[in-house]
């Protein structure tokens, strides 16, 4: 063989060598992935079992408790010194089988940390690091060692006793380790979707000595001699000419009086002119019956709609816009009765115009005469304008003279009746309430019914809402909502001065107002604590300064040693969510916490691990009431939380603004890629842009709740009135832990909607209290359905159309279709808890909703859906119909799992570099904009007019059928068919989903 030969034979070996060692090594890489892949699966199973275990062992301690309690003491010596104990070792089956998969996972879970140190130490990260994962690598074995011992404990005990007693120290152990994100007993009392009892408002003050103990000194409020004369129900408009003229702050913007670009405009366009000022406030700002600052003049023009704290601010913001100095007057005034009942609602029922001033939180007294209320006596306020008022009374204002009181606030509304669909087109509640029950299978001890004829009820929904689209269509195509459901519009006025005083008798006036008072303010509070209750930091928010702001809680690397190893886990370059990490060792990483307020950051303190789990504390002042409805959640450190906190409702502009910001961003981020120029990058900050992807969650939900819970209000015959309500959307973090509280293992699991807070004024026009029941239990119903439907919307990618969000409804309509049966349980069938399998947070909720008196729906065992595992269960409050939509780990709202999109925005909020991730981003952003368009089409929509009939009936149907089913009462076992119902009927209608007409 020539020398030629030999080199291209040994160029041939060589290179078959090089493919045979590539594909070994790719067989290697393979391998290695599998095995890694399998070992992080070993801690995600090794924390479930942990979890499940502290269920058994929580319920096997309670039994053997109860047991000791009752054995014969000297009876059991007696056994025990015979060695006939009656040892119970089935009571730790359960237990032993779960150990068993413990053992089997200890090998793979020490591999797991064998991998994670080999990592570190092959990418050099820094000393401090390392030294972190050996401290939890000894900590894990040394707790491991201390388990087992507790559980050979268990299993070789010699008497029932030493069983008993190694059972408690296992329980005990299991209590001091972090198997589970421990969560405190939060949003029960009162419940999250609420209204408040009108009698917590206290009566008015008519004496100048109580508004002084309450407010401080009372101004003097002279009366010009030339009014003296006038009737005693014409309040004094103008104070004498030579009284104390306007100080500076008369003039200035303050956090209610707000000159924003749109109260200019409007002053502008009034001409500055104070008698077309007052008439267009008059004319065009809805009466809210509640008490206290909360919008504060910008969002009150926006909303068009305030109580009379609001309507002032925005009557003097104008009027200070306009050079003329304004301020606020208050006190107590006497209305009679017909104009009360009229302003707060249009109801005829006196008691019923005093309820929803109560709920409101206006302090009030009726006054009766010959046994019926003919007056009514409220703490009021109004304005006083420094005004050109001699001699034409304002109508022509050239320089200040005399102080003159006027009130947009006070109006009268013409009210238009919509049609009687309960009379036109009747339901036969009755008959479907004894057709569905006798379909079903009802256990009327135990409280539980299962086997519901789901196909029945959805074919009941249809031909009801088919003879509705009959019954419309008669009636004309192009109906609006104001022909078809009642409505209100102001009685308008057009003043050409400022004549005659205030349409109501001044019983006791305090001081003038340039600046409202902090006691006049509704507040937000927000506390971070941390695991051991320490405070992180604690915030306060006047609601005027924060309605409309992006309110957001976060966290960020410690130091650049926590940013490099956290990047170090991270893909270079993420061209899809499919790179995305599945897993981050917790431990490794150090954050401190953020609060910011539109891209500021307010509060940074704290040192956590990724995953630790903190409480958030969330509060709202209310004024004349103080600081009620404390909440409290869990906040995993890692995680961004879009806080959103509504007064009256969200305004149109809010939403135009936040589609405005997103497609700006999109086009930025477009064009970076284009041009392939990061310098167009700078400047998109995380709260940018994860906060503006989330806070659009909110916005949408609320705006959506607002503009459903109100025109269902009209169309069951309701006076209906939001108040300050708060809740967050955030991504969502799954920690596992091993033997202690160090987060092991931290997952970015998806995005949670959190319904803290939905407080609103709802009374019944005819004072049925069983109707007001019913409204609540149906928004109730709706508000936690909606949030599911608009989290699908807004959150999931376009395509993943198989993964869907999950509600309490959701989970429990799932479980009562897979054969589960739902259980209503109260006092008195309490004990039926023993019988349903839950987490022992879950269960502790539910004993403490029944210890309190309220009525609880669950199912009879968790459930696995679209990554969801767990439980789902209402609380409702059978006085109220107040009620809570919880899911297993206390969310009241939403969770949607297994998509990308939450773990993306986790990475980016935690300075994950733009640049990584700007291709997913990008599709993200798209998508996120077209929903946001939708959104806002949706609610337009509902803020205007229903044009279509399909739309229309999908949306009344569910309504009316849903209030007259939630009203029934006749019994325990009907209500909980009825709830079991309208599950379906929810799932069914899918009431609110309206976009199909647009």
Known sequence: MSVMQLKVSAMTVAMMCFF????????????????????????????????????????????????????????????????????????????????????????????????????????????????????????YKKKYREFSYRMNQCQHAASLQDQADAVAQLNDFFKQQGFGTEISLFGLNPLPISSPK???????????????????????????????????????????????GPTPEDTVESVSVQFTESIIELAASLN?????????????????????????????????RGNAFDTASLLIALLRTSDIAARYAYGTVKIPIEPIMNWVGGVDDPRVALQILGQGGIPNRGIEQLGDITFVEIEHIWVEAWIDYWPSRGARHKIGDSWVAMDASFKQYDYTPGVDFAAQVPFDEMTFLQTLMGASVIDEQAG??????????????????????????????????DELVAVKSIVKQMRKDISAGLPYEVLSASQKFSILPLDFMHQYRLV??????????TRDFLLP??????????????????????????????????????TIPGYLVNLTAQLSMNGQVLESAGVFQLGEVLKMEQTLFQPGKGWLNTTMNTVAAGEYHALSVVGQQVSEQQLVAAKVRLEALKLRLEQAQQLDDKNLLEGIDRHGLTGEFLQLGMLNYFAMKEALSERISRATGMVYYPLPSYGSVSTYLKTRYSF?????????????????????????????????????????????????????????????GAEQAVSALSVLQTAALQGQKIYRLTQLNADQLDNIILETTDRQQIEEALRIGHTVMVHASPIAMFGFEGSAYIVLDPKTGSGAYKLSGGVNGTLSLSDGTGALLSLFALDMPLSQTLSPLIGLVSDKVMSAQAALAI?????????????????????????????????????LVVQSALLFANGFMRVGRVGSCL
């Open 272 to 304: 500055h002119d104070p008698v077309e000022i007052y008439n267009w406030v008059y004319n065009h700002i809805e009466f809210v019956p509640t008490y206290g600052s909360i919008q504060g003049s910008g969002l009150t023009l926006q909303t068009r």
């Open 545 to 582: 300064a924060l309605l409309g702001k992006r309110l957001n809680l976060s966290f960020t690397p410690t130091s650049v040693n926590d940013t490099e190893t956290l990047q170090n886990f991270l893909p270079e370059n993420v061209m899809s969510l499919s790179d995305l990490p599945n």
């Open 20 to 139: 045979c060692s590539l594909y070994a090594a790719g067989v290697k890489a393979q391998i290695d992935k599998q095995r890694t892949d399998s070992n992080q699966k070993a801690v995600r199973t090794l924390a479930k079992t942990l979890e499940d275990m502290q269920h058994q062992v929580g319920r096997i301690n309670r039994k053997l408790s109860k047991r000791m309690a009752q054995e014969n003491t000297v009876w059991q010596t007696l056994l025990n010194i015979l060695g006939r104990s009656d040892l119970q070792r089935d009571n730790l089956e359960q237990m032993l089988i779960l150990h068993q998969k413990v053992k089997e996972m200890h090998p793979k879970v020490l591999a797991y940390l064998k991998t994670i140190e080999f990592k570190l130490y092959r990418d050099k990260l820094p000393t401090e690091i390392i030294r972190r994962h050996k401290q939890k690598s000894k900590q």
């Open 198 to 244: 009108a009698v917590q408002t206290r009566k008015p003050y008519t004496q100048e000595q109580d508004l002084k103990k309450m407010l401080g000194e009372v101004a003097e409020y002279s009366v010009p001699a030339w009014l003296e004369s006038m009737s005693r129900m014409l309040v004094p408009i103008a104070e004498a000419t030579d009284s104390v």
């Open 448 to 481: 539980s019914i299962y086997s519901i004829d789901s196909a029945y009820i959805g074919a009941q929904f249809q031909e009801y809402k088919n003879l509705l689209l009959e019954f419309l269509a008669g009636q004309g195509t192009e109906l609006t909502f």
């Open 740 to 800: 202690d509280l160090i987060p092991l293992q931290v997952s970015f699991q998806g995005i949670k909607m959190d319904i803290d807070r939905i407080s609103f004024v709802r009374v019944s026009k005819d004072h049925d209290e069983q109707r007001a029941l019913g409204f609540s239990k149906m928004i109730g119903n709706l508000l936690s359905e909606y949030s599911r439907w608009s989290h699908e919307a807004l959150f999931l990618q376009s395509d993943h």
């Open 939 to 975: 609610v337009l929509e509902l803020n205007q007019y229903f044009s279509c009939a399909p739309k229309f009936t999908g949306f009344l149907s569910g309504s009316l059928v849903g209030s007259d089913l939630s009203v029934d009462k006749a019994s325990a076992v009907e209500e």
């Open 528 to 537: 971070l604590q941390d695991r051991f209750d320490q405070v992180v930091f």
